[in-house]
């Protein structure tokens, strides 16, 4: 299940705290791909610009067969607003998962 009360950065990627220190951190929207409401659900995202904010965000929610929606700046005045109600996080789907077949 995808926690969307943490903040999330580049999966695999090592960052030291001074580098980070200057990473923003994104609210990007994201949405079931089929869904009922155009509502979003947020997560928050540590990146260098909007661009990298959507490419982490993507991969992160890949394996749910969600979509992102829209990308928020920190200080703009809908940052972390939470409009409408919208459908509840998917489970991963079964197709995502890699099954290892060898036995050790």
Same mark, same amino acid.
């Given at each position: 299940?995808?926690?969307?009360?943490? *903040?999330?950065?580049?999966?695999?990627?090592?960052?030291?705290?001074?580098?980070?220190?200057?990473?923003?951190?994104?609210? !990007?929207?994201?949405?079931?791909?089929?869904?009922?409401?155009?509502?979003?659900?947020?997560?928050?995202?540590?990146?260098?610009?909007?661009?990298?904010?959507? @490419?982490?965000?993507?991969?992160?929610?890949?394996?749910?067969?969600?979509? !992102?929606?829209? !990308?928020?700046?920190? @200080?703009?005045?809908?940052? @972390?607003?939470?409009? @409408?109600?919208?459908?509840?996080?998917? *489970?991963?789907?079964?197709? *995502?998962?890699? !099954?290892?077949?060898?036995?050790?």
């Amino acid at each position: 299940m995808l926690d969307l009360n943490t *903040t999330f950065s580049a999966p695999g990627s090592i960052t030291t705290p001074y580098m980070r220190s200057f990473m923003s951190t994104f609210c !990007v929207g994201i949405r079931n791909r089929l869904a009922n409401s155009s509502s979003v659900h947020n997560m928050y995202v540590k990146a260098f610009s909007s661009e990298e904010a959507i @490419g982490i965000a993507s991969l992160l929610i890949k394996p749910y067969d969600m979509i !992102v929606k829209s !990308v928020v700046a920190p @200080g703009d005045e809908i940052y @972390g607003l939470d409009e @409408g109600d919208p459908d509840p996080l998917p *489970t991963t789907t079964r197709t *995502t998962f890699h !099954v290892n077949t060898k036995e050790f």
